[in-house]
């Protein structure tokens, strides 16, 4: 019987000098709120000339990040709303710091059952890039 008590003494000193487990760190939620848009449409006009239709704007990047080329879509819709044609142009290949504004001016042909256009946008390498105040914007 002492022999198995100072087993069992033994196993316990051994066992209470061995570091403990480490503790698992518990991720703590992130309390960022939603993440703002990408990108903001600052100023837009869009009017129809013979056979033409000018867009001329102001794009801000909103983001933590720089923006590495800009690339904007401009969807031209019908009086419901349906999308009639998309064009798109390249605003900059230059990198857009955030905070940074770009500014741009556009001509394409005429689509002439469009009355309004909405904008979406992605960076020079396709990364889909959020958009607000995206239109649509009435056609003058």
Partial sequence: V???RRLLQTLVLVLSLLPAA???KQKKPRDDGPKPPDIAVLEFKVHREPRLVVLQG???NNSAKTIRGLVLFFEFLEGDGKMIT???TNVTDAPIAPGQESGFEVQTVDPVRAVQV???AEDKDGRYLTVDNQGPFDIE
Avoid: I, N, Y
């Fill in 2 to 4: 002492s022999r198995m």
């Fill in 22 to 24: 480490p503790a698992q």
């Fill in 58 to 60: 102001t794009v801000r």
């Fill in 86 to 88: 998309r064009k798109t």
């Fill in 118 to 120: 909405r904008v979406d």
